[in-house]
């Protein structure tokens, strides 16, 4: 399958700082990506969509100013926790889509610890 | 209803069995199926995805979709303690293009 590369992979931050995730599609270009994240035994949670060179999609009661996201590029798309709280605490998981194949890759995920 | 299902488990099974893996889906205009195994810790893996009515077979992996029951499983033979994960039933839903999830069902390969 293809593959998509995330990282860091885990980070341990300061409340109140902030934390870039990036996630590249490494053998496809990925016009769209997508954000996942996933509190400790549950699914994942679609948290935004991420068009390139436009403006990204948020699901309800994701906070578009918290959660910045940037796909500048058919192969890079970042995340960007702002002023990380505790509850901010969680998995977070990107997937690249290869609209060819109509199927989703996951990165390896990031796993964020908010102090 | 939520728009995926999955029995949440653990299911259990001896080593070498059949483990059969379940998920039902409410929307009937749904045309993709994803299965995808997810160690604890890490992130999902894809197994299968089958589009059309009836079996696919990959290896030890078969997927069995009817969209008449909206109903989609996954079937591992000769199961391995190594198949121990949580397997996720995904659904692209009618109007999006992001996979909406099931919740899981922890599958227990026992040696």
């Known amino acids: 399958g293809a593959v998509v590369s995330q990282h860091p992979s885990w980070v341990i931050c300061k409340s109140g700082t902030s934390v870039k995730i990036e996630c590249r599609s490494l053998?496809?270009?990925?016009?769209?990506m997508f954000w996942y994240r996933q509190f400790p035994k549950q699914s994942l949670m679609l948290m935004a969509t991420?068009?390139?060179?436009?403006?990204?999609?948020?699901e309800q009661g994701v906070e578009k100013d918290k959660f910045l996201i940037n796909h500048a590029s058919l192969t890079l798309s970042t995340l960007t926790v702002t002023s990380a709280h505790p509850e901010d605490s969680s998995f977070y998981i990107c997937s690249g889509a290869d609209l060819a194949k109509n199927i989703q890759y996951f990165g390896a995920g990031t796993r964020l610890s908010v102090l | 209803q939520k728009e995926v299902e999955q029995n949440s488990g653990p299911l259990s099974v001896p080593e070498g069995a059949i483990a059969s893996l379940n998920c039902t889906y409410s929307?009937?205009?749904?045309?993709?199926f994803f299965w995808y195994r997810q160690y604890s810790g890490k992130s999902p893996e894809l197994i299968m995805f089958?589009?059309?009515?009836g079996d696919k077979e990959d290896g030890r992996f078969t997927a069995q979709l009817n969209k008449a029951s909206q109903y989609v499983s996954l079937l591992i033979r000769d199961s391995q303690p190594s198949d121990s994960a949580t397997y996720l039933c995904?659904?692209?839903?009618?109007?999006?293009?992001?996979?909406?999830f099931g919740s899981g069902t922890r599958l227990q390969v026992q040696p």
């Open positions: 053998d496809f270009q990925a016009t769209t």
């Open positions: 991420s068009n390139e060179g436009s403006k990204a999609t948020y």
């Open positions: 929307d009937r205009g749904s045309q993709s």
């Open positions: 995904a659904v692209i839903v009618t109007g999006r293009r992001a996979l909406t």
């Open positions: 089958i589009y059309s009515n």
